[in-house]
């Protein structure tokens, strides 16, 4: 069973629908108990940085989910909960992640060229970097669709593909049983149920 993280900020309907479509037993949660018997976690997010990270804090879930990644439970997280996995975050301020991941998430302005739109919406092809079981039915080239303004940096050790928008912007993090995109498989066609039933799937 996977456990989907509830803490307020996710896309839920949408990555439940998914999951169930590629057959994958799925439980939306916020129980500390669901989390511990659940086989692997996912952890949605939409949103400021911040207000996410202060959500889990208060209702304990950030120390569930440390605990359980570092007993070995294997976790995907998505947008902004790809982003939560890292050390730190410098949207509004400087706020402190989850810590799974080496790597802090910084804003595309003064990034990027001043011609391109903030936030970077839209379907783009992925630059594959390394291979990892999360991401074996995705090909360098498949496209999918991003919604963000911030993105994930100094992250060499997990970085999986990038997307380009006007750099290489971080797109897709493994390291060890830790894994992420910044972009939405949810809402990514095929491309992103090949993505999905990966992660349902990995075993090594």
């Excluded at 989390?35 to 940085?49: N, Q, T």
Aim: aromatic fraction near 10%; hydrophobic fraction near 40%; include cysteine.
């Amino acid at each position: 069973m996977i456990a989907l993280i509830d803490y307020g900020v996710g896309n839920l309907f949408s990555l439940t629908s998914s999951l169930k479509a590629i057959g994958a037993e799925v439980k939306v949660t916020s129980l500390k108990e669901d989390i511990e018997k659940a086989d692997k976690i996912i952890l949605p997010g939409v949103g400021a940085f911040g207000d996410a990270i202060k959500k889990l804090r208060e209702s304990g879930l950030d120390k569930v989910i440390v605990d359980e990644v570092e007993k070995g439970k294997k976790i995907f997280g998505i947008c902004l909960g790809m982003q939560l996995l890292f050390e730190k975050s410098f949207e509004y301020g400087e706020h402190r992640g989850l810590g799974l991941l080496k790597g802090k998430v910084v804003s595309m302005k003064g990034t990027i060229p001043a011609h391109l739109k903030i936030p970077h919406i839209g379907w783009n092809a992925l630059i594959k970097k390394k291979e990892h079981p999360v991401f074996k039915y995705t090909k360098e080239g498949d496209c999918v669709y991003f919604v963000h303004s911030y993105f994930a940096t100094d992250c060499e050790d997990s970085l999986i593909m990038t997307a380009e928008y006007g750099k290489e912007l971080t797109a897709a993090v493994a390291y060890n049983n830790v894994s992420g995109t910044q972009f939405h498989p949810e809402k990514s066609g095929e491309v992103g149920l090949g993505i999905l039933r990966a992660f349902a799937e990995w075993e090594d």
